[in-house]
């Protein structure tokens, strides 16, 4: 595939939000990778019609936190202790913090799907540079 041959992918799943006393309530997540944006994994929370809300992180943070706990800053993923079918996700923003459990496999088949489009380590390939430069230069102050 060459880079100009962009793909996106897809999934709608559903996550468990981990409320206290162990109680969880499913909210419906899209995944969507994007080769336009290949260092990069979105997931839109519904959050009632017609309001979503949109997380962005790197692909290479759901692929370690399949594994081992990852993330250092808004986005942190781990493995569920005791329970490897299960991935927590932990998004943090100025209006608090939501905990999440979403399927292990789900979650390592959307990446290896990612990986099709997009092989680990050619995300430069499909990188137009002068394109992203004009979007950082929108956004400068």
Do not use: C
Not at 106 to 122: C, H, M
């Amino acid at each position: 595939m060459m880079a100009s041959d962009h793909r996106t992918i897809q999934t709608a799943t559903l996550f468990h939000l981990v409320a206290p006393a162990s109680v969880s309530a499913p909210v419906g997540v899209e995944l969507r990778y994007d080769s336009r944006n290949p260092y990069e994994v979105s997931m839109s929370f519904n959050a009632g019609k017609p309001n979503t809300v949109d997380w962005v992180f790197g692909r290479d943070l759901l692929a370690d936190g399949l594994l081992v706990d990852s993330g250092e800053g808004d986005v942190r993923i781990s493995p569920r202790s005791g329970e490897t079918a299960l991935v927590l996700i932990t998004l943090t923003s100025p209006a608090g913090q939501a905990i999440f459990e979403a399927d292990a496999d789900l979650l390592a088949e959307f990446l290896n799907d990612s990986y099709e489009v997009v092989a680990p380590g050619d995300e430069h390939l499909f990188m137009n540079v002068d394109e992203a430069l004009s979007q950082l230069m929108q956004h400068e102050l």
